[in-house]
């Protein structure tokens, strides 16, 4: 990567799963659609198709209860719909995984704790970033997405917690972040403009989109500028540290930003089975659009422009 002069390697430490959907096709009243997340569908998945031992344990009763009345409410193509949906969620393949692999893999890496898979992490990074340093590559794990555990699998990249676990185990600004809204943002408990105060030094790529969350835990991922993530306030968060990088005299003052995930909306509804679920063209354009935008009228504000 060094000698291509690429010195940001976004990466991830989620074992068997990457992000996690139920709904890749969720229509909003717009005419768009969007990716959604519900937990009562994941419950249903989890007891009634994956069928995993001992699932009912980490389920209260009134999500059993929920969970078992929506699998009975699908038609056996939704049914199909949502596996194939959860079972996206692989990285590295446009096809669902298969089931039987899903369950190989799954009795797996369920044996490993989130003490272990940390530890793993740890091993990883000791081992590695003396060479980034070297080479002036920069290392940017991305969080969890849901940041919280599904099927029992741990999760080391969701809380404040974690990301200072992660920074205090190898001290140095090549063991960073990329930070992204959508995914820290689905958990209410994540305050993400203390996340950018207090690891911004270490973020050397940012990922902004927007999630509409409700109370049950069910989340969509919204428009760019509307939702339950303060893009606003996020969008001010990272100028301020580009500012303080600029005053420090780093070379890496400008931080790479990207839109994250976009609605399917307009000609992309012709052409969806060309692109990843959450990569369409027109929905991302219109969200670095609207992120451009807002990082210009911030920056106008501050009297930056």
């Not at 709904?23 to 419950?43: C, E, F, K, M, R």
């Not at 689905?186 to 969350?213: T, W």
């Not at 063209?281 to 422009?305: D, N, P, S």
Request: charged share 25%.
């Amino acid at each position: 990567m060094a000698k291509h002069n690429i010195n940001i390697i976004c990466y991830n430490f989620m074992p068997l799963i990457d992000w996690t959907r139920t709904n890749l096709d969720y229509q909003l009243p717009n005419g768009a659609s969007s990716l959604l997340y519900d937990p009562i569908a994941i419950a249903a998945f989890d007891l009634f198709i994956l069928k995993r031992d001992n699932a009912a344990e980490v389920y209260e009763d009134s999500v059993l209860r929920k969970a078992e009345a929506y699998f009975k409410s699908l038609s056996a193509q939704e049914k199909r719909a949502l596996e194939n949906a959860i079972l996206a969620g692989i990285p590295g393949s446009k096809e669902p995984i298969l089931m039987s692999v899903f369950k190989q893999n799954l009795a797996l890496v369920s044996q490993i704790s989130k003490n272990q898979l940390q530890e793993n992490l740890v091993y990883f990074l000791r081992a590695i970033l003396p060479e980034a340093e070297k080479l002036g590559i920069h290392m940017a794990i991305h969080p969890d997405d849901p940041p919280f555990s599904v099927f029992g699998i741990p999760r080391i990249t969701s809380t404040y917690e974690d990301l200072a676990f992660i920074r205090d185990c190898y001290p140095s600004l090549h063991n960073g972040f990329t930070f992204c809204s959508g995914s820290l943002g689905a958990s209410p408990d994540n305050d993400l403009v203390k996340i950018i105060e207090d690891f911004g030094e270490r973020i050397h790529f940012i990922h902004l989109r927007n999630i509409q969350l409700s109370v049950s835990g069910e989340f969509y991922e919204a428009e760019h500028l509307n939702g339950s993530v303060a893009i606003d306030d996020i969008m001010e968060a990272l100028i301020k540290e580009q500012l303080k990088r600029k005053g420090y005299g780093r070379t890496d003052a400008a931080i790479p930003l990207r839109p994250d995930h976009g609605h399917v909306l307009l000609d992309d509804k012709k052409r969806q089975s060309d692109f990843y679920p959450g990569y369409s063209l027109i929905g991302r354009a219109l969200g670095m659009a609207q992120l451009t935008g807002l990082e210009k009228g911030i920056r106008h504000q501050m009297k930056l422009v």
